[in-house]
């Protein structure tokens, strides 16, 4: 039983699995702080976003081990696969269709304990849906078989893309979107190329930025439903003193909060603007919270600790031995990489507001619960990984 044990942690990823738990637990630190002055002025309990949050934690840290030791032909094979797109697009049509909206998106399933959010659920199912296809592709190509239908492969992709972006979720669409190009680019036989494709959907994207800072283009996007309030987030990230009294307020409080925090902060519990100034500045702006109270040595260290696990993430992708598993550590890599870019760049306004949360840090079950998810499946992956170079290694020396 012992030898069991221990074998099971001999190859356990203590790189990726120490900055996740002390990001875990700033978490809910600035959670509490950023929260507990709005809950007594509704006259609820001050830990009461802390409690749930550290919840969140628990239960993350439990997928987490869970996955870790799961054998990967659970998830990897095609008839699981094939049921968990049926099962993501039917939870993403009942949050659309049945639920109760929430900030004017219907995108939550409310289970009691939890808000599930199925948007982000769909992001670990397609980092696993289009590892699996690309490299059975691959595989048919090189045995010179008949290849996978593509066309059929993006249309259900794009099907989902589009129950995102009509809840309507601009931000889940955006990183899902920006997941489907990452593993295709990394499929792609010539790296150079694949760099083209990201670069080319990159710079698309900045283009079509800038379009917003013209008054037709965003009466144009205005008129459309659904997806209409874009606009004035987009507004907001270009002229957002102009719009304070409306959809500029929350930038500004945000760029108050880091410019009062200094280089060392005002002090943990002590910040201004989340005293009813920044709106919930425990989810979405509680990077905001973080420069206000801990400065900017405080905010290095969170993002230190975030690029520290992509940086490590991709490593283990271009070390992996298989190509289902370098496309999967590729795509979660982009995963929470760009969770990060947006949220950090909504909170300095280098970016629109899209309600990304900060991995690991922001308040939120279902966030919490599917990186946590992604990080032990990768962490699995570097401990098959490790454990076949020693065996390697052994036969070798022998």
Known sequence: MRANI????????????????????????????????????????????????????????????????????????????????????????????????????????????????????????????????????????????????????????????????????????????????????????????????????????????????????????KAIPKIGYVAARFQAQFTPFKLIQSSGKQLVNSLYAISNGGMFGLGLGNGIQKRGYLPEPHTDFILAVIAEELGAVGVLIVLGLLAWIIARIFLIGIRSKTRYNTLFCYGVGMFMLVETLFNVGAVNGLLPITGVTLPFVSYGGSSMLVLSMALGMVMNISANERRDNEVDLARYIK
């Not at 509490?32 to 934690?57: E, F, H, N, R, W």
């Not at 239960?59 to 996955?67: D, N, P, R, Y």
Request: proline content about 2%.
């Open 6 to 221: 221990r074998a099971k942690f001999q190859y356990f990823d203590y790189y990726l699995f120490i900055p996740y738990i002390i990001l875990c637990l700033i978490g809910v630190i600035m959670v509490y702080s950023a929260s507990s002055v709005d809950l007594t002025y509704m006259g609820m309990a001050t830990t009461a976003y802390m409690d749930k949050q550290l919840i969140y934690v628990v239960m993350g840290v439990l997928l987490l081990a869970l996955m870790v030791h799961l054998n990967p032909r659970f998830w990897v094979n095609q008839k699981m696969i094939n049921i968990g797109y049926w099962v993501v697009l039917g939870l993403l049509v009942f949050a659309k269709l049945l639920s109760r909206a929430v900030n004017g998106a219907n995108g939550w399933i409310n289970l009691g304990i939890i808000n599930i959010q199925p948007s982000e659920l769909c992001k670990l199912y397609l980092i696993m849906y289009l590892s699996y296809w690309f490299t059975k592709r691959q595989k048919k190509l090189q045995l010179g078989l008949e290849p996978v239908n593509m066309r059929r492969l993006y249309l259900k992709v794009g099907l989902l893309l589009f129950v995102i972006l009509i809840e309507p979720d601009f931000g889940g669409t955006i990183i899902n979107f920006m997941i489907v190009i990452a593993i295709y680019s990394a499929s792609l036989s010539d790296s150079k190329q694949g760099l083209k494709v990201l670069g080319s959907v990159l710079a698309l994207m900045f283009v079509g930025m800038q379009l917003f800072r013209f008054d037709w283009f965003v009466r144009i996007i």
